[in-house]
Each structure stands twice: as C-alpha cells, then as structure tokens.
C-alpha cells in the first residue's frame, strides 16, 4: 500500500508511494491494439490533446502489458476528461469503463489524514498529541506524536513493506493484532529523526480515529467526506472484494502472463490503503483540495507543508501527501498498490489541474509514467524540463560507457559508490553494448526527501533499467543500472 504502498506510495511505492527496479512485463499487444472503452464522458479538453492522453496510455499499456487503466484529468478546476483504456477483464476480455472501481491503495492515507484534521478542528486532538493519550501501551508512546504517524517519522516498522501477499495476510486480521506485532517492538529509530514509509503509523492513526469520533472509519468518512463531497461509489475491499462489474486486479510473475492477484484478508487494508472508486470520484476529491472544501485553510496548509526533521532536513512528504515541485509547477502527489492494483494521483493546487491514473496490476509502473506523461502535457512547459532532464541522465549514462564520470554532479555517497573498480565494471559491462536507442522515463516520485526516477534503457540486444535518486539541490545520489 503505497506513496508507493505508494506509487511505483507503496508511480510504484508508487515505486507509490517506495523506490525500486521495476521489471517491464512482457508486451502482451501492439500498442496499435490497445482497446479503447467507450460511453465515456464527454470532454473539455482540446481534440489533439485528447489524441496525445489516449497516446500516452495506449502505448504504456502496450509497452508494459498492464491490462488496463482509468483516467482523469482536472483542468481548470473541473474534470475535464475522464476515459478507460484496455480490458479490465483479461479471461474473457472485457473492456474497461469509467464507472468501474479500481483499489487506490495508500491513496487512501490521505483520506485518513483528513478526519484526524477533521477531529482536531472539533478540538477533540491535536497534531502535536503524543500517542499515549490513546494508546498509551504502544512503544514510546509518550515520545511519538499524531503529526509523525501521518508523516512516516515516527519509527514504527511497517508491517507490509513486501509488493507480494504473504500466506498470514490471506487470513483475517484485527488492527489491535497488527499493533501488538508491529507497534509493540523497538522502533526502527528515534521519533522525528528519519523518514520511513510505514503502513502501520496509518493503521495506528485509523484506531485514535475510531476510538475519538466513537464510529467506524468508514463510516465517518462516509459521512464527513463522501456525502459532503458527492462521491457516491466508494467501496471498502478492505471488508469484501470489488465484484464482477468492477475491475479485476492482476498481477505478473516475472515477465508471465497476468494472473488473477489473491486478495488480501479482512483487516489488513484497514486506514492504510482500504479504498476503491472509480477515476472520476478521486478527481472530486482533487477538486475539493484545490478548492479547500471540507477544511478550515489552516488545516489544509497543515496537510500539505513539508514535515521536517528535528535535524532540519526535509521529507518530501506532508500529512498523507508527498510534496513537490514539477518544472517549478508546486504539486501533492501519492501513489497506491495493494494486491492487483496502482495508482498515481497528483495535484497542482495552483495550476488547477490534477491527474489519476488507476490500473488492474501490482508491481507496475504504468500508473505512475503514465500521470507523469499526462501532468507534462496538460501542463505544457513541463515537458522541455522533463526532456532536460531526460537528456542529463542520458549523458552520465553515457560517460559511464566509457568509465567517465563528472563528480561535481554526484553527492559524497554517490562518489564513494563510483569507485575505480565500479567505473571499470561499468565501462566492460556497458561499454560493449554499443549505441544506445533509447532512454526513456518510466517513474517519477519523491522519496525520503529525493526525487526518484527510472528510466529504461534500450540496446539492439538489451535492455536495461536506470534508478535514480536526485537531491533537492540537483545533485545525484543514486544512479544504479540493472538488467530488465
């Protein structure tokens, strides 16, 4: 359940919401052949910008076998284009369609982020209480405070940081069992001086939650959110798995066909990542962010300001939303995986613009590049920065070829890691690959503080995936090449 689970939170976590190798599946269909769903809504984007969103979704979808995707785009302040791509049926293929629910995985933290705002606006909690005011057995209690659960900083160990479902999480599960095997042991570190994407901090925040207002979560959402807002197909898979009206979650082993994915126990989702709806109901919510609709402004600049460490070093990451900039456009952003399925959502609160992306497999990056490619495109000068980018990377691979390297681009980790046998490794084993064809962006997302990128990397005869972490001040920390 991303930010990756995140993006690729586990764009895949993330990758939602975390960082690692995304292993490209293989193309199951010509990007030409990449069905289109119809009866979708009607549109306000302009006719060659909708040719070049079908564009971008067919060929990711083609290029990485992900059998299907629902989008939506907000443009200035309104959905302004809502379409499904591909079979959300694969055995019998069915095509997808904009009414069909997808899981969005730890998009759903966000969610949970706002009734804790919701609570402390009634007076009923603040931010800064420690945990121990509800659940004063849990470890360090006293020491951790609500802001930090919602942050990732508080140092408890996350209970599903794996991308696959484990035997036990077949089976049902109770929070307060999640707690006493995951929130009773050692912190990871001291509250507050790290950042580390932990399910368990929302699990943890879903009880005060419960135990504050006195109802259930979802019901208070139901009732404080959803009703509020006029999003009306929502579906709690964290109790009962999406029907056959809805979209199917896949998932691939190694570069196999898709299967069916297992569906997590009772429980396991619970605050964390339990929501499914369709594209168009997450772009109400998106909306209401920009509108600032169901907060008092104070509590959205709360949700959305960077959490700092107590060292001072920053996060990339508010109160359930990683926080960034994209060609100096400001955007919040999360992605999502649970079993079967991503998802990438990002906004741009001053641009009026926002992009979901849902898709029916885990362990993909499609969601993510896709919403990246998109967010480019609506909002125009983002993609000669994304092409600068692109082409800077390209070059340190390319001097890497040849044993080269620029250290004035890397950080002190970075430098240490190229030493002189990894730049002779990387020239013997790289060099004689030749010319290379293309270098091409499958992720973007920020994490622990860092943007983090993927690329792939096509030969003649190989192709290769190029991770990337990039500093606030530009400077490379990672640049890990690995076979796809």
Known sequence: MQTAKRSVEKSVRGLLVKARFICLAVVLVLAGSVSVAQGQSDSSLAGDVRAKVDQIVQHSLADTGVPSASVAV????????????????????????????????????????????????????????????????????????????????????????????????????????????????????????????????????????????????LQFLQEHVFAALGMTRIANVDQKALGDTDATGYTRFALGPPRVAPKEGPGWLFAAGELAMPAEELAKWDIAMMDQRLLKPASYKEMQTEVKLKNGDGTGYALGLQTGQTAGHRNFSHGGEVSGFTSQNIIFPDDHVAVTVLTNQDAAGAAGSIARQISALILGGANSAATEKQSFYRKIFEDLQRGKIERSLFTSNANYYFSDQALQDFASSLGPLGTLQQFNPTAEEGRGGMIFRAYRVVFPNKNLTVTIYEMPDGKVEQFLVGAN
């Open 74 to 217: 907000v443009k200035d302040g309104r959905v302004a284009y809502v379409h499904a791509y591909g079979d959300a049926h694969v055995d019998p293929p069915l095509p997808a369609q904009t009414a069909m629910r997808y899981s969005i995985g730890s998009i759903s933290k966000q969610f949970t982020s706002t009734a804790i705002l919701m609570l402390a606006e009634q007076g009923k909690l603040s931010l800064d209480d420690p945990v121990s005011r509800f659940l004063p057995t849990l470890t360090r209690a006293k020491e951790v405070t609500i802001r930090e659960l919602l942050s990732h900083t508080s140092g408890y160990q996350d209970y599903w940081p794996q991308d696959y479902v484990m035997p036990s999480m077949l089976q049902p599960v109770t929070a307060e069992h999640i707690l006493d095997i995951w929130a009773r042991k050692p912190l990871d570190f001291d509250p507050g001086t790290k950042w580390q994407y932990s399910n368990t901090n929302y699990v943890i925040a879903g009880v005060i939650i419960e135990k504050v207002s006195g109802e259930p979560l």
